[in-house]
């Protein structure tokens, strides 16, 4: 593991945060290669992940790049495709040597040798318990801070959704058919827990449905211990 290791990013931007707990907040967002989950399972997915988009601001960086890059911005989102698929280690620490506040927003599917997520190691206010060590070897345990939204998709593991998230996502309608994608009840069993969850609409790629958009705030009206998300970004036409 190397701090000055590139990354390949599809994309990279500044925008404000359009969902969950955070929505309205400016970030820098940085969106990884690759995704193990894949658009044969999530068929409606909005983003573009699968090579890099120089046009977008894609390309190779180091943490140390992406800092600079990210300067004046206290939240960095790494985002994808799936994140997790990688060693995010050097880029989080980056952010705590910066003073930013990392997010890390994942499908749940990935669960990192290096991301502690056992009951023991239960959430901490925007902390995390990250392993220094190689994966394989006795991990050294440090608390840092980190903010980790599961959007669940097929093939999630339940101890990221009970133990790793700081707030889940539950997509209504999912973003694909088939079994495996979370429900509305699963989402209320979620918050009934204690976890903070978000309903959020499945929209087009650039516009929000709204019959779907009042589905979910039927939801909210129903089971009050749920947090409607709206992806605020396609109402005000930021990324």
């Known amino acids: 593991m190397t701090e000055q290791m590139p990354i390949p990013l599809a994309e990279r931007f500044k925008a404000p945060q359009g969902e969950g707990l955070y929505s309205g907040t400016q970030m820098a967002f940085v969106r990884t290669v690759g995704c193990s989950v894949g658009q044969d399972v999530c068929t409606a997915c909005d983003t573009a992940?699968?090579?890099?988009?120089?046009?977008?601001?894609?390309?190779?960086?180091?943490?140390?790049?992406?800092?600079?890059?990210?300067?004046?911005?206290?939240?960095?989102?790494?985002?994808?495709?799936?994140?997790?698929?990688?060693?995010?280690?050097?880029?989080?620490?980056?952010?705590?040597?910066?003073?930013?506040?990392?997010?890390?927003?994942?499908?749940?599917?990935?669960?990192?040798?290096?991301?502690?997520?056992?009951?023991?190691?239960?959430?901490?206010?925007?902390?995390?318990?990250?392993?220094?060590g190689s994966v394989g070897s006795e991990m050294a345990w440090s608390w840092q801070p980190l903010w980790v939204t599961v959007s669940p998709k097929p093939g999630y593991r339940p101890e990221m959704v009970e133990y790793v998230a700081d707030e889940i996502k539950v997509i209504i309608g999912g973003l694909g058919d088939g079994p495996g994608w979370p429900t509305a009840l699963d989402a209320v069993r979620w918050a009934d827990s204690g976890l903070l969850v978000y309903v959020q609409p499945r929209n087009f790629e650039n516009l929000v449905d709204e019959e779907a958009l009042q589905h979910v705030v039927d939801l909210v009206a129903l089971y009050p211990q749920l947090r409607l998300s709206t992806q605020l970004h396609k109402f005000v036409g930021t990324r």
């Open 49 to 132: 992940f699968d090579r890099i988009y120089p046009d977008q601001g894609g390309g190779r960086y180091t943490p140390s790049e992406l800092m600079l890059w990210a300067d004046g911005c206290r939240h960095v989102c790494i985002t994808g495709g799936e994140p997790l698929d990688r060693d995010l280690r050097p880029l989080l620490q980056a952010c705590v040597d910066s003073g930013v506040l990392a997010h890390v927003e994942t499908s749940g599917t990935k669960h990192p040798a290096w991301l502690d997520g056992s009951e023991k190691a239960a959430r901490r206010d925007r902390m995390h318990a990250i392993g220094r």
